[in-house]
């Protein structure tokens, strides 16, 4: 099994900036690719950003590009998310997740193990 755990959430103002940090444990070696998902109140988990093993390929949803840059650092078994120029549509629990697969991951379903979530809040 693999433990995913994130920190790093927390209330900003808009236009602010918050890194997020996700740190693996327990079998690790099955990781591969990796990526931040959101949930806001009353809405479904949506894909953020995804990363490949070897750091070399991301890709971000559309409503975070330009702002949000995801980075891994393998030897600690982390994955960070930095967040600039936040908005108040930001306000989510972001979720990090893990993925057996080698390439770039978008779906849930792609992803085999997810943490419990940190709180971003956004205040106009």
């Known amino acids: 099994q693999v433990q995913l755990v994130e920190s790093g959430g927390g209330l900003v103002q808009a236009g602010g900036s918050l890194r997020l940090s996700c740190a693996a444990s327990?079998?690790?070696?099955?990781?591969?690719?990796m990526g931040w998902f959101r949930q806001a109140p009353g809405k479904e988990r949506e894909f953020v950003t995804t990363?490949?093993?070897?750091?070399?390929?991301?890709d971000y949803a559309d409503s975070v590009k330009g702002r949000f840059s995801i980075s891994r650092d393998n030897a600690k078994n982390t994955v960070d998310l930095q967040m600039n120029s936040l908005k108040p549509e930001d306000t989510a629990i972001y979720f990090c997740?893990?993925?057996?697969?080698?390439?770039?991951?978008?779906?849930?379903?792609?992803?085999?193990?997810w943490g419990q979530g940190t709180q971003v809040t956004v205040s106009s």
């Open positions: 997740a893990a993925s057996s697969t080698y390439a770039l991951a978008y779906s849930r379903m792609q992803y085999d193990y």
């Open positions: 327990g079998r690790t070696f099955s990781i591969k690719t």
């Open positions: 990363i490949t093993f070897n750091g070399k390929n991301t």
